[in-house]
C-alpha cells in the first residue's frame, strides 16, 4: 500500500488550505488513518485521526480549526485546515495503521505567513 500527500502550499495567516491522502488500496481496510506533522527543530506530533469506524481526534492546537474526512469511494483521507496560523507551519504527514502494519506517505509542506 502507497499513501500520497497532496495539498500543501504557502498561505497568509487566516487562511485555508485542504491536504489530500490518496491510498492505493481501499481506506476501509484501515483501522485509522490521519496525519502527523513535523516543524522545523520540532518532533513528529499527531494532528488529526480517524478511525474506521468514523470517529474522530484532533490536537488541542487544531481543534475547531482542522476537519478530517475520508472518502471510501476515492481511497482518500482528507484534513481541512482553516484559520490557519504561523504555527501551523510544518511538513504534514499522511499515516495509515492496520492491525500489523504502519503505513506513512510522503510529506507536504504546509507554510502560514503573518
Known amino acids: 500500500v502507497q499513501l500520497q500527500a497532496f495539498g500543501g502550499g504557502s498561505v497568509r495567516a487566516g487562511g485555508f488550505l485542504r491536504l489530500s491522502c490518496a491510498a492505493t488500496?481501499?481506506?476501509?481496510?484501515?483501522?485509522?488513518m490521519g496525519w502527523y506533522r513535523q516543524a522545523p527543530g520540532k518532533e513528529r506530533e499527531n494532528v488529526a485521526m480517524?478511525?474506521?469506524?468514523?470517529?474522530?481526534s484532533y490536537a488541542d492546537s487544531v481543534k475547531g480549526r482542522f476537519t478530517i474526512s475520508g472518502d471510501d469511494r476515492e481511497n482518500t483521507v482528507y484534513l481541512q485546515m482553516n484559520t490557519l496560523k504561523p504555527e501551523d507551519t510544518a511538513v504534514y504527514y499522511c499515516?495509515?495503521?492496520?492491525?500489523?502494519?504502519?503505513?506513512w506517505g510522503q510529506g507536504t509542506l504546509v507554510t502560514v505567513s503573518s
Open positions: 480517524v478511525a474506521d469506524g468514523g470517529s474522530t
Open positions: 488500496d481501499s481506506i476501509l481496510r484501515f483501522t485509522l
Open positions: 499515516n495509515a495503521v492496520t492491525g500489523r502494519q504502519n503505513y
